[in-house]
């Protein structure tokens, strides 16, 4: 299949799930409107699909489909088909009475970090130009927040890898701190070598035992601790005298600042009082500080595990730490990374469609940020709102009395995948008008008043962005079914019956994509020299990319990307395959593969060490509630599982909700192995079989969190928030372990 999309051979485009964005051909099947889905050979991937995307194809033909809007006509009536003048008229009525009645922040807006950059960047400006709204949020603030904000502190900027992850083929050591890729995203296991692996983790996750089987190291820490295991490897690292050598002396003499602060915090924290609090051995801690520190290229990589705690900034801060005092970020060959989520958790926070940010991801408070949006949005800079609530507090605040009483949900599903899932079950209930516009009946859709059906990523084109920071082309295989429209239709179907005109809600992907690069031109996550017609050439463009008019351009929006973010090396191609030299950063229309070469973001070009202290989690266990909690991905199932629950192969394979618990621990409870067990937190309960695994700790439980009703992991987590990202406390709560049956 050739770069350039559609041809003979097929169509050239990418998974629909995961931030790896695997490469894939589409081709016709054998009935209409079924497609054959052939992996194809890309940096990334390198010819490798899990089983989500080897099935991916299953669900444009699933009998589950939506092809008609549907209206429902009174609280708790049925939901019925409704043609779309009728949907979408209705919708934006209700909106204007609802902006007329209570004000602009009465309607709000739910994006999610599955969509296009296209539609990211045109819901943003629906939320603030159509509606006029501060209250737009996403559910990417549930996935990358932590690390985003981490990451902007420290180097100034903020992309999940500042390196291309074929970095990783030659790393001699990579720490996966709470990731676990074996299952999340498989192939980017082909970029790891599990001898040089050390994967921190509570469970002994599938990566975990590769890491073992492998020669590597698994860390099984206390949950809630690795914050901490971060202060005492670089205690570790310090004290045997790995920090000492010149390079890393001059390293952080010329690159960082704030060493010392860094250094007196991790002083506290010897091997001994870390193995206390920990619990990794002494021994281990040292195993792995000197593999770490004697490796000439390593890698440190977050991800959900460490970001999603009401501490989840300090957490990747104190990695970054350790990363800087290694001197790796910045380094040829080595680095600190954020393993991005959602297919474009990367894309879907640099559009606008986070309560505060503009396009460009410039801050929504900086005043030139708003000029120049306002500008390419045609609108006056101060009709724009200014930064609405995160989305947690969002969601807590529909339905009441100071909170939206309306809401659009574009491509997420919260009342399955937000924390304390019952509490925005019945918040969403407590709406006067939801709107949800999903191809299938997701939980959330089935509580809307109205559901519009739209296509997927087969039959619409589009850019990503994945976890590289890489822009990648979306192509169309073939068109919707009748009746269903395009998320981009949408805004425009319902921005016009707002009374915007069709020239400022354009639903051709290409035209919205070329606002986007006008908007975005300048800041951050610069994408002006992202056309298409480089993009399907196959240059491989790596955010920021600049267009030929901006080369040398002022920087704005808050944080400078500076000239000289580069990286000279030598690159694979995109979707040709081939071999190209990356000369970037500076030359327009080449994207910049790898940040921080010569330069970090902020002014000075230095990265800022950030001096973290260890605390609890806002809840531990204790008598009444004595376990841990933690919940996590399978790999069959994608986020709340609304798509991947109706892939039969997908179903059939993890078809429902456990726990895995240590046999002793069950038996403790009375439960034999798949034995009903009840979950008990202070916010909720869960039905699920008990899973026997003894290399579980004993005092720890894990859910997945793909299921709805009984076994919604959520209905147990705490919304308990990280006080700079918003982000839940996810991955802990106290819990307490019974059976279903009460006996
Ligand atoms: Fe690749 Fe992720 Fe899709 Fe699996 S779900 S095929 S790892 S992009």
Redesign the pocket.
Known sequence: TSAGGTDAAGTATH?P??A???AMTLTPGARPGVLEVTPRDFPT?RGG??Q??WT?ASLLTSPERLTAPLVRDTKGGPLREAGWDEALGLVADRFAAVRAARGADAVAVFGSGGLTNEKAYLLGKFARVALGTSQIDYNGRFCMSSAAAAGNRAFGLDRGLPFPVTDLDASHAVVLVGANPAET???LMGHLDPARLIVVDPRRTATAQAALEGGGQHLRNAPGTDLALALGLLHVALVDGHLGTTERVAYRNTRTRGWDDVRRCAARWWPERTERLTGVAVADLRRAAGTLARASRAHILTGRGAEQHSKGVDTVAAWIDLALALGLPGTPGSGYGCLTGQGNGQGGREHGQKADQLPGYRRIDDRAARAHVAEVWGVAPETLPGPGRGAWELLDALGTAHGPSALLVMGSNPAVSAPRSRRVLDRLRALDLLVVADFVRSETAELADVVLPVAQWAEESGTMTNLEGRILRRRRAQPPPPGVRTDLEVLRGLAVRLGRTEAEFPDDPDAVLDELRRASRGGPADYSGADTARLDAGHALYWPVRGDAVTGGAVTGGVATGGALTGDVTIEDADTGSAATGATGGEPGAGTPRLFLDRFAHPDGRARFMPVEHREAAEVPDAEYPLYATTGRQLQH?QSGAQTRRVPELAAAAPAAYVEVHPDTARGAGLADGDPARIVSRRGSVLARTRYDATMRADTLFLPFHFPGEGAANALTNPALDPVSGMPEFKLCAVRLERADGD
């Open positions: 998974c799930y995961c790896l964005q695997c991937n699909l899990c989500k995307g991916s995203m498989p192939p994608y």
